[in-house]
């Protein structure tokens, strides 16, 4: 196993000041507070706890066969995320030191306080809680990151065309955005297509990430959960998860690079805020929450060194890709960080499949970073967040059985 990038091992507990916005910017955001949801939305909305943050409900073709399913279509301005190519490894990237500059705060202690309105509308009951809720905490804590579930599969909404199928007259329904707003945003922030993305849910992170910037808290994206248009339909899921995990399949790479230019256009800092930290997925060395199912969905061995996991890592690595480039794209000159996101399970577990969660078999953290590792090493910046669950004084690196994990104890041992 190698061990350079071993040095690229960062926790998402740290944060820094936020840097002044540099370069072009978007359109101001209006801050009246979130908008209540579309009618059809709100009637599908199913509102459960996932990792302490809220999950809503998203459009299903079943049940609003009126909208179109996701056109195919091909890069328009720029070279799509090449999983092939990556897989071959070659990769091409917009700049590498995005986070060139970047300085951790005198404060690193982190939070994960994401509170959406959504399902009752905005009303200025909430601005004032939300005043008094930022205030307690940065007098008591004073956090230096504040870190967000972004669910791609709740703000990207259905999408409606008119009798034309060029896509710049793209109709979206009641409740969405039309994002970009022209062509010339289009080819500016590097989006493929034009998008109907939930304006209630752009306003609501709106306001979070304009009172972020207000204390000087760096905003943390973790960017997961894929919508149904965009994934192969013969993705299992899990019992406890549903669909949320399915990887995008990698013909539809180029939709996640727009939920990306996103994240980087429709926040590029200054008082409207902007995302700072960038985590791709969740836990992604488990099959339980990156589910590249059925494309690679053996329930009967590990796939470390198999030609299964090429494709899994290379999936993830586009991803990556597609993130990186529109960070330097978008927020060029501001500092920023991306990370693969793991958990401590640091070699694959035996249980396959596992009676949790109904998972197939797991890749494994070491067998994730040292796959990334052989197929980007420094070609572009990256670090690592892991989720260390435990008690974090205690080191479990000993530990075989039932598989070997790491806590914030075992850190010296992987320096």
Not at 38 to 64: I, R
Not at 157 to 184: F, H, I, Q, R
Not at 326 to 338: C, D, E, T
């Amino acid at each position: 196993m190698g061990a350079k990038w071993l040095r690229l091992l960062v926790f998402i507990s740290v944060a820094g000041l936020l840097t002044s916005a540099a370069g072009d910017k978007a359109p101001p955001p209006e801050h009246n507070g979130p908008q209540p949801l579309a009618p059809p939305f709100q009637q599908l909305l199913n509102e459960t706890t996932l990792n302490g943050a809220a999950q809503v409900g998203y459009w299903d073709a079943a049940t609003a066969p009126e909208f179109a399913a996701a056109p195919s279509a091909p890069a328009l301005n720029k070279t799509n995320s090449s999983q092939a190519g990556i897989e071959a490894g070659q990769i091409t990237v917009l700049g590498k030191t995005i986070s060139n500059g970047y300085q951790l705060p005198i404060n690193k202690q982190g939070i994960n306080d994401q509170r959406y309105f959504l399902s009752q509308g905005w009303t200025s009951k909430w601005t004032v809680e939300r005043d008094a809720r930022y205030k307690a905490l940065v007098d008591q804590i004073n956090p230096g990151v504040r870190r967000y579930n972004v669910f791609w599969h709740v703000i990207e909404g259905p999408v409606l065309l008119n009798t034309s199928t060029n896509v710049s007259k793209l109709v979206c329904p009641a409740g969405y955005l039309k994002y970009p707003a022209n062509e010339d945003l289009r080819i500016k922030w590097g989006f493929n297509q034009f998008h109907c993305y939930n304006y209630g849910l752009i306003n609501d992170l709106d306001d979070y990430l304009r009172r972020d910037a207000s204390y000087g808290i760096e905003s943390a994206a973790i960017m997961w959960g894929c919508p149904q248009m965009y994934r192969n339909p013969g993705c299992l899921g899990n019992p406890q998860l549903g669909k949320v995990p399915c990887a995008p399949s990698q013909e539809y790479l180029w939709a996640w690079d727009d939920f990306s230019a996103l994240l980087t256009s429709r926040w590029q800092g200054g008082k409207q805020g902007r995302f700072t930290h960038f985590i791709i997925w969740n836990e992604a060395d488990s099959s339980t929450w990156f589910d590249m199912s059925p494309e690679v969905n053996d329930t009967q061995q590990h796939i470390e060194n198999t030609p299964q996991a090429t494709v899994y890592v290379a999936r993830y690595v586009a991803m990556m890709k597609g993130a990186h480039d529109s960070i330097a794209r978008n927020l060029k000159g501001q500092p920023s960080m991306l990370y693969v996101s793991t958990d401590r399970m640091w070699t694959a577990s035996p249980w396959c499949p596992g009676p949790r969660w109904g998972s197939r078999c797991p890749l494994g953290t070491v067998n994730l970073l040292n796959g990334i590792w052989k197929q980007v090493g420094t070609s572009f910046d990256w670090s690592v967040v892991v989720h260390a669950y435990g008690n974090p004084a205690t080191t479990n690196w000993g530990l075989r059985q039932p598989y070997q994990a790491y806590t914030f104890a075992d850190l010296p041992v992987l320096g």
